[in-house]
């Protein structure tokens, strides 16, 4: 053999096991070298700590159970070192949180400055185990195997949290405890309460008790989205007491995760202010908000609400060992503060040109309070409006700019950005998940941004403490749900947060997949949105249409039936030049692993394809926001879903009007277009529809058309016209619509909103 061929021999094997061995840990270790066979424990293995160290007694007893109760296995807990023994030793060579993990043949050696260090090197030990390790009921049978290994891990930024808004819905004790379980195992070290807003007060303050004894509850809770103006009915409250706030502070200090609690201030106030009217400009009175959304009524900058936040902020302090206090500062509407006497002579008197900087004046009078014992306040970025306060550190999410900007004036920042990290949004297509407030941001999204991608300097890079994820509770009535935003996003942040910059998503993807089975273990509700298949089509030539079939899974087949059939085992196999259509067709697709068995959501979508499909079409009305995603969106095959309003062509008030040019005079049989009824969405049906034809686009002969009638009932319907096989090469649809909402209407006296999907010409 040639020396040559020896080594591209040896490169193709090595290339081979190491892409096979990759280790299933996230947030991904900074380095990793991987020997080969494995390490098993046995009943003899023992566990050694350091002598009289109390946080690593927890820690070691903690891994002692776990063995116990997935292995049956009961190891010694010692202070002696051992061989075959699991071996935490103290290293003050390393960083605060850094820890070095080497397992050999017949040992564990685990290496850390600190007993956060020993935790974190604990949890990445456990993820290498099989996934049973997790298990919460005592199967007694798993081997524990340790593949030989040695890693090295710091982490990259000093701040990785998560951020829970129990303000919208009370969640219960048990499962922030689950959460801050959760995170630990994601090495997150920060977890932001958001315990207070306009729609519930969550915390109990001893000096004002009405805070939870009216704040606490509200009326009642939107049905659906917040738009349909709609309410359930049913009273929501929740707090937590001050007992069970320092149960949680404890358990999460136990995991090195430090709680950081929001009390919003000067808006999202209004919880607050139906507990004590006093502290609003309008004098009340107020109710607890049962609706989403920003509330115009927030605290009068008056020395009682002062007065009032800082006994309150006092109770938290005792409450919180965390150095820095959230004060909110987001979306705070200056209507009230424009009409009060008292908030413009406070302006004039304070010399304070506008009402930003009365609320700048706010938050600094709360920094210097905060300040003063020794802590330090976070605000969103709005804080940044009228000028920024002097320690405060910003929480930048309406987007990255924030960040930016207050980077750029030397101040600290978390980056937080809706953009990116609002994991409330959808992460899959919202035909096919659960309600949620809107956008759209799937796991690869998540996990492509980079903290430091923006053009500032080094020095200024040093403020971006870290990065969070924010779950907001609007939409998210349960635990199940939470977890069901929250993961796996949540492990894309946490490897952001954690691991050295550079990403391979194929590579994070494949972690993913392999973690799902320790948070089913782990009881967890997790998404595999990342399964879905998603469809794109594209005009395919005259009257056709291709569509594409796309997944994360690369792993995977995806078959499909054309016939209105359900997918099996044995249905077409997907091609990646994807499928051409030619006429109306119910696709179905599914998805298949290795061994042919299916997964994952399947997807059901009808095409229309006719004379119409992929042309484009004028279309006379205002930009409204309901564009339906493309220029193609009446013509692109895909009929619009009565639950997802952003897949229709939506028009406020107006008339529909819409020309089609077909390109040459063509013989026509039919001519129809569809159109949703959602009074609750404030949608109508309009009251004519009307179809006329035209050689030259000038003059039009009018064949057909036909009334509507709207009923309470969300629907959509279609109206086809018959065109008798006249010629033409231009048709002009009109819509006329409903115009104001009826008197029975909750929305009575605004203007209807007028939806329309796919066309069909035959
Ligand atoms: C926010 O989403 N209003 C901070």
């Known amino acids: 053999m040639s020396r040559k061929f020896t080594f591209l021999l040896f490169s193709f094997i090595s290339f081979f096991t190491s892409a096979q061995k990759t280790l299933p840990i996230i947030p991904k270790p900074e380095k990793v070298t991987i020997g080969e066979g494995f390490y098993e424990l046995n009943a003899k293995t023992k566990i050694v700590i350091p002598a009289g160290d109390a946080e690593a007694t927890a820690i070691a007893e903690n891994m002692r159970l776990r063995f116990l109760i997935t292995s049956g296995k009961n190891l010694e807990i010692t202070n002696s070192e051992n061989s075959n023994a699991i071996v935490f030793k103290k290293d003050e060579s390393l960083a605060k949180e850094a820890y070095?993990?080497?397992?050999?043949?017949?040992?564990?050696?685990?290496?850390a400055a600190s007993d956060q260090g020993f935790f974190y090197a604990y949890q990445t030990l456990l993820q290498l185990f099989d996934s049973k390790i997790y298990s919460s009921s005592a199967e007694n049978s798993l081997k524990l195997d340790l593949p030989i290994c040695e890693i090295s891990d710091s982490p990259r930024f000093a701040y990785r949290g998560l951020m829970l808004d129990v303000g919208r819905h009370y969640l219960p004790v048990s499962f922030i405890k689950k959460y801050l379980d959760l995170m630990a195992m994601y090495k997150f070290n920060t977890f932001q309460w958001h315990l207070t807003e306009d729609q519930g007060w969550r915390i109990e303050i001893k000096k004002y008790p009405k805070l939870t004894e009216i704040g606490s509850t509200r009326k009642e809770t939107p049905l659906g989205h917040n738009s349909e103006n709609r309410g359930d009915g049913k009273p929501h409250s929740g707090f937590y007491t001050q007992d069970e706030v320092k149960e949680i502070v404890a358990y999460a200090a136990s995991k090195y995760i430090n709680v950081i609690p929001e009390i919003e201030m000067p808006g999202h106030a209004l919880a607050a202010l139906a507990s004590y009217p006093?502290?609003?400009?309008?004098?009340?009175?107020?109710?607890?908000?049962t609706r989403w959304g920003v509330e115009k009524q927030v605290f009068c900058p008056s020395e009682k609400t002062f007065t009032f936040l800082e006994d309150v902020l006092t109770e938290v302090m005792d409450l919180f060992p965390s150095e820095y206090l959230h004060i909110g500062g987001d979306e705070c509407p200056k209507d009230t503060w424009k009409a009060s006497a008292f908030c413009q002579d406070l302006m004039k008197k304070e010399g304070l040109k506008d009402e930003h900087e009365l609320q700048s004046y706010f938050i600094?009078?709360?920094?210097?309070?905060?300040?003063?014992?020794?802590?330090?306040?976070?605000?969103?970025d709005e804080i940044l409006e009228g000028g920024l306060s002097p320690n405060a550190t910003v929480m930048s999410w309406r987007g990255v700019q924030g960040g930016i900007e207050a980077a750029k004036l030397n101040h600290d920042v978390i980056m937080t950005p809706n953009t990116y990290y609002y994991i409330d949004y959808y992460q899959g297509d919202p035909a096919n998940e659960p309600l949620a407030i809107g956008g759209y941001l799937p796991l690869e999204k998540v996990y492509s941004y980079e903290p430091l991608a923006e053009d500032i300097t080094e020095d200024q890079k040093k403020h971006i403490l870290g990065v969070q994820g924010n779950l907001w509770t609007e939409y998210v009535a349960t635990p199940e749900k939470a977890e069901y935003m929250t993961f796996p996003r949540a492990l894309a942040i946490a490897e952001t947060g954690?691991?050295?910059?550079?990403?391979?998503?194929?590579?994070?993807?494949?972690?993913?997949?392999?973690?799902?089975?320790?948070?089913?273990?782990?009881?967890?509700?997790?998404?595999?949105?990342?399964?879905?298949?998603?469809?794109?089509v594209k005009p395919g030539g005259t009257g056709q249409l291709k569509a594409l079939l796309t997944n994360e899974d690369q792993g995977s087949k995806i078959r499909y039936t054309l016939d209105g059939t359900q997918v099996n085992a044995q249905s077409l196999i997907y091609k990646s030049e994807g499928i051409t259509l030619s006429s109306n067709t119910q696709l179905n697709a599914a998805l298949f692993n290795e061994k042919n068995e299916q997964y994952g959501k399947p997807l059901s979508d009808f095409l229309m394809v006719n004379k119409a499909t992929g042309l484009e079409y004028k279309l006379k009305s205002s930009k409204s926001r309901y564009t339906g995603g493309s220029k193609f969106a009446l013509t692109d095959g895909k009929t619009g879903n009565a639950d997802n309003l952003n897949t229709w062509v939506g028009v406020n008030g107006e008339d529909l009007e819409l020309v089609l040019d077909l390109g040459k005079s063509t013989k026509l049989t039919s001519a129809g277009i569809g159109f949703l009824n959602a009074p609750d969405s404030w949608i109508m049906f309009p009251k004519m529809v009307s179809i006329s034809l035209s050689e030259d686009g000038k003059t039009f002969v009018s064949p057909g058309g036909a009334v509507m009638k709207s009923d309470n009932a969300k629907k959509v319907e279609r109206i086809n016209i018959n065109l008798n096989g006249q010629n033409a090469r231009y048709l002009k649809i009109t819509a006329e619509n409903y115009g104001m909402l009826p008197e029975d209407h909750p929305g009575k006296g605004n203007k209807a909103w007028l939806f329309v999907d796919e066309i069909e010409v035959k």
């Open 364 to 380: 600094k009078r709360i920094d210097q309070f905060v300040t003063s014992k020794g802590r330090r306040i976070i605000g969103w």
């Open 278 to 289: 006093e502290l609003g400009c309008t004098g009340g009175p107020y109710e607890v908000k």
């Open 498 to 536: 954690w691991s050295a910059p550079g990403k391979n998503e194929a590579d994070f993807m494949d972690r993913v997949k392999r973690h799902f089975s320790k948070l089913k273990l782990l009881g967890v509700n997790y998404s595999e949105s990342i399964y879905n298949i998603k469809l794109e």
């Open 100 to 111: 070095n993990l080497k397992i050999t043949k017949g040992n564990v050696e685990i290496k």
